[in-house]
């Protein structure tokens, strides 16, 4: 890693570290199924409490620092997409989420892009089909430098140990 | 008086995650996780075929996960038999997004 590399990184750390207390979230659906969304809705339920953790819903791209975003980036949705995110004040974190978002479903064509991040900059992706509410909760986490990321020591291979 | 506080103990039903792992997580389907040392490049190639997200491919000797799109299907679980297991992980967020692709060596034979 280049020292630039390296100042960089430091820096991006800052940033989430500004959100490391309280952080409000408005999601965007950019052409999902809506399984995503039933997964993000739990997160507010009893259960999961996610407001506990200082994470909020927020209606109003506005008051958000974090931009949550599901669905295959239809092409139909990519101005609302862009804006919604030019609406976000800085520093602003993207998560994209779920399998569609990621790129994997999809492919790029006239009506869809296929993944978010060929439309705009994202800071975090949460895997899964849907994610459960604690793989967003986890992804939340990362975003804002509470939580370390482990996937990289992840070797899926059972005939060694599954960690690096 | 104690009677009352034992209930409001009992029906805390907030998950404790992530300061304490949360029971819930081992029912959640994961990705898969695979015997090396087990897999040959033709099972590499049914399990290609299977997976209906095409999270999996053969390339070279080795099997390529990609984690960005497995649904926990669990049919290469099906297929691969004692070659494959559920891996247990949901903790997979990350800001590399290539961080999601796993590359399995083939450890068998043909």
């Given amino acids: 890693m280049s020292e630039e590399q390296r100042l960089a990184a430091q820096l991006q750390d800052r940033a989430f570290g500004l959100f490391g207390r309280s952080l409000h979230i408005r999601t965007f659906d950019s052409g999902s199924c809506a399984v995503c969304e039933?997964?993000?809705?739990?997160?507010s339920s009893p259960y999961y409490d996610l407001h506990r953790l200082g994470f909020f819903?927020?209606?109003?791209?506005?008051h958000a620092d974090l931009l949550l975003v599901s669905g295959p980036a239809v092409r139909?949705?990519?101005?609302?997409?862009?804006?919604?995110l030019e609406a976000l004040p800085e520093p602003r974190i993207v998560v994209a989420v779920g399998a569609c978002a990621l790129g994997a479903v999809f492919t790029e064509d006239e009506l869809v892009h296929g993944r978010v991040d060929a439309v705009i900059p994202v800071d975090v992706y949460v895997p899964g089909c849907p994610p459960s509410?604690?793989?967003?909760?986890?992804?939340l986490l990362v975003a804002v430098g509470r939580l370390e990321e482990k996937v990289q020591a992840l070797r899926f291979d059972l005939g060694e140990e599954l960690t690096a | 008086m104690l009677w009352f506080l034992r209930g409001i103990r009992r029906g805390v039903v907030t998950s404790r995650y992530p300061a304490r792992p949360d029971p819930s997580a081992a029912q959640l389907p994961?990705?898969?996780?695979?015997?090396?040392?087990?897999?040959?490049?033709?099972?590499?190639?049914?399990?290609?075929?299977?997976?209906?997200?095409?999270?999996?491919?053969?390339?070279?000797?080795?099997?390529?996960?990609?984690?960005?799109?497995c649904t926990c299907c669990g049919r290469c679980s099906v297929v691969g038999g004692e070659a494959v297991a559920a891996s247990g992980e949901f903790e997979l967020a990350?800001?590399?997004?290539?961080?999601?692709?796993?590359?399995?060596?083939?450890?068998?034979?043909?």
């Fill in chain 1, 133 to 139: 509410p604690l793989a967003l909760l986890y992804g």
């Fill in chain 1, 76 to 84: 139909a949705a990519e101005p609302a997409l862009r804006k919604t």
């Fill in chain 2, 30 to 69: 994961t990705p898969p996780a695979f015997h090396a040392d087990r897999l040959t490049v033709e099972l590499a190639e049914r399990l290609a075929a299977a997976c209906p997200a095409r999270s999996l491919r053969r390339d070279g000797r080795d099997l390529v996960l990609d984690l960005g799109g």
């Fill in chain 1, 38 to 43: 039933s997964e993000i809705r739990l997160l």
């Fill in chain 1, 57 to 62: 819903f927020t209606p109003a791209p506005r």
């Fill in chain 2, 94 to 110: 990350t800001r590399d997004r290539g961080a999601l692709v796993k590359r399995i060596p083939i450890g068998g034979g043909w």
